[in-house]
């Protein structure tokens, strides 16, 4: 197989993803903001383009796995941008977290290129990507999903459409995290609830996992908060405020109250007071065991 394929953003997601295709044979031009980052694929097979526009040619097909939406528009429409280069025919296709509103105005700045928009946001931690296990929602025109369609199925182990409206694969992405980041808070309570009454935090959460909560949410999360094992982190907690800011947002903009959105919003925010972006997002379980006058354990 020689198709050629753009990737832009090699991070903690970005880099297993790009291994990924490399691996199920795609030619792939790769770039990142930080240079070092494409260093190892360019050893495994990469080449590495000079700018976001550069990575792929007209009628081609880009990924993006970037942080944020101001990230992503700026590859897309800034200076060297993958809008310009990608032309007739391309498709992006765009998979990090990101409001629905900001892949509506991508899929109208594409469409003025003769492009097409595909938001394929994931639900999987690192770990999942390097072992193609991702879980991968789309949304956008459906030839274009078709086209892109092998690529994906090299990154994850199941692909859900929810049809045409480029935003609506990020809306169930954020639906995603809200319910992920409800149930770390859960855990967080009840595991401090435990220890301040003497139970074993880590066999609290092995019973669970293995009888009325076995499902990977509770098992994986469980396992960091009964540990404290909040570093390093799979999904950084700078990140995580970004996703819980998003689901706000479109909770104020569809009228939609949220009040454990609220509640999540001050622990996030309260523990990037305290300096722990960089922790995993898990680390709001700090914040909760702080609370009931516990530290944490060497
Ligand atoms: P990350 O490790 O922090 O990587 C972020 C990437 O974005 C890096 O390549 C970074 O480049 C780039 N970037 C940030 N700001 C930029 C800018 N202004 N211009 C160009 N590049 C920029 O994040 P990640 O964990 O890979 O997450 C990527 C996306 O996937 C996020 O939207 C996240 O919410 C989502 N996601 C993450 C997980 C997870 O468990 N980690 C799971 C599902 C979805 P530099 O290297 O130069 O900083």
Not at 26 to 42: D, I, M, P, Q, T
Not at 79 to 97: C, D, F, K, R, Y
Not at 220 to 239: C, D, K, Q, T, V
Not at 242 to 271: F, W, Y
């Amino acid at each position: 197989m020689t198709t050629s394929v753009g990737f832009i953003g090699l991070g903690g997601m970005g880099q297993p993803m790009a291994r990924n295709l490399l691996k199920a044979g795609f030619a792939l031009r790769v770039f990142n903001r930080s240079v070092e980052k494409a260093r190892g694929l360019a050893d495994a097979g990469a080449q590495v383009a000079a700018n976001a526009g550069d990575t792929v040619r007209s009628g081609g097909v880009v990924f993006t796995m970037l942080a944020n939406d101001a990230a992503v528009e700026e590859v897309v429409l800034g200076q060297n941008g993958v809008a310009e280069s990608l032309g007739q025919g391309g498709i992006h296709v765009s998979m990090s977290t990101i409001a629905p509103e900001t892949s509506q105005r991508l899929a109208k700045a594409h469409a003025q290129h003769g492009s097409a928009y595909v938001a394929a946001p994931v639900f999987g931690r690192p770990e999942a990507a390097a072992a193609q296990k991702l879980w991968i929602c789309t949304s956008g025109p459906e030839a274009a999903k078709q086209l892109v369609r092998p690529m994906l199925e090299a990154l994850g182990q199941g692909i859900f459409d929810f049809g045409d409206d480029p935003g609506s694969a990020n809306v169930v992405k954020l639906c995603g995290n809200f319910l992920i980041a409800a149930a770390i808070e859960a855990i967080a309570e009840a595991t401090t609830l435990g220890e301040k009454n003497h139970i074993d935090r880590a066999a609290l959460i092995n019973f669970f996992a293995q009888t009325i909560l076995a499902c990977p949410i509770y098992q994986n999360y469980g396992r960091i908060i009964a540990n404290e094992a909040y570093e390093p982190a799979g999904f950084r907690l700078a990140l995580g405020l970004k996703d819980i800011n998003l689901v706000r947002d479109v909770g104020e903009s569809s009228r939609t109250p949220m009040p454990l959105a609220d509640l999540l919003h001050e622990r996030l925010l309260s523990a990037m007071a305290k300096g722990r972006e960089d922790m995993d997002w898990t680390a709001i379980g700090l914040g909760v065991s702080e609370n009931a006058g516990l530290r944490r354990k060497a």
